[in-house]
């Protein structure tokens, strides 16, 4: 029983002594937010003195107040120095895009320049394609109007009123343009057909130089001349050409088949080609020949080499070109194109 009361006097002044301690803690608390209340409070005036005779002003505050004003300056400059950031990035942001405008209207500028100077072309283009129509006996007009349906010439594109500013004239002389390049297609395509077709004409029929790589010269031509071992006057049936030295090779000068290939006293070794249209070249003085009776050859192939045989005054080729039995001037058959 007697240990019983001991406990709870034990437990009574535990409880007192806690709570003597936290109501001092709680006071001490009490006190010193009290104490910082006084210290916010504290008076303070703040005197404006004119420089001059004005009158001197008197602003009277206290701590909280100033401690508040510099918090809320502060508060504000802070604020502005991620908009002061945002706006330096878009101030350089917009002077790359100025200068990326800048460049691109320079590349617009030199577009425009070549765009005149692709207009200009095409204006030559089209004389010069007009001209070779007409030498050719092919009407422009007719064969574009066949396939397209429309004119031929530029004078669409080249008398075409603005249909705006920038670049929307520019594209569409681009596509007028290449509207009419569409349409010269065929007429190239004709010119083309018909130059091969005289391409194949012209192997046909004597054109060349009769010595390979068009080396050597005219050591007589044909018509009347003076016999070089005779000295009499009599007519050079041929044309002579000499590179002062035998075997240099010897061409055929169009397609044909060659019909002789002899031995002759005066013309030494000798071959007869025969080509279409009733023509016949002869190649004489050979050294040595490199087809035989019945072959057929192609322009430019070796028949021989140019020699000394026959009546000669010295290694040379002596060539000449037959139309059925007429003897012609073979000058009016080299490098006919």
């Known amino acids: 029983m007697a240990r019983t009361r001991r406990y709870k006097k034990l437990e009574k002044n535990l ?19 009290v104490g910082i209340f006084h210290i916010f409070d504290k008076k303070l005036t703040i005197m404006v003195v004119p420089h001059g005779k004005g009158k001197v002003l008197n602003l009277q505050t206290n ?28 101030g350089t942001e917009i002077a790359r895009l100025r200068e990326e405008n800048k460049e691109t209207l320079a590349s617009l500028d030199e577009l425009r320049d070549e765009n005149n100077n692709l207009l200009q072309s095409a204006k030559r283009f089209q004389d010069s394609l007009s001209k070779s129509l007409a030498l050719l006996g092919i009407n422009q007009s007719e064969t574009v109007s066949k396939s397209t349906g429309s004119t031929s010439d530029l004078s669409s594109l080249f008398d075409t009123q603005d249909i705006g500013s920038g670049t929307l004239k520019e594209t569409a002389d681009v596509r007028q343009l290449t509207s009419y390049l569409e349409t010269a297609v065929q007429p190239v395509e004709q010119i083309g057909k018909m130059l091969e077709q005289q391409g194949t004409l012209f192997t046909d029929i004597p054109n060349i130089w009769p010595v390979k790589n068009g080396i050597g010269h005219i050591s007589m031509a044909f018509g009347q001349n003076v016999h070089p071992i005779t000295g009499q006057w009599y007519i050079h049936k041929g044309m002579d050409f000499s590179t002062y030295r035998s075997g240099d090779p010897v061409i055929a000068t169009a397609n044909g088949q060659v019909v002789t290939v002899g031995y002759d006293d005066s013309f030494g070794n000798y071959v007869i080609i025969k080509h279409k249209y009733g023509i016949y070249t002869r190649y004489a003085h050979l050294s040595t020949t490199r087809v035989n009776k019945g072959d057929s050859v192609t322009q430019r192939q070796v028949i021989g080499t140019i020699g000394n045989t026959g009546v000669t005054t010295g290694p040379h ?12 001037d073979p000058a009016k058959y080299i490098n006919i194109k």
Request: proline share 2%; hydrophobic share 55%.
């Open 15 to 33: 409880v007192s002594r806690i709570g003597s301690g936290l109501g001092a803690f709680f006071g001490a608390i009490g006190k010193g937010i």
């Open 63 to 90: 701590v909280f107040a100033v401690i508040m004003g510099f918090v809320l300056v502060a508060g504000i400059a802070f604020s502005f120095v991620p908009f002061t950031r945002q706006t330096s990035q878009n």
């Open 317 to 328: 080729l002596h060539y000449e070109v037959h139309i059925g039995s007429d003897v012609v």
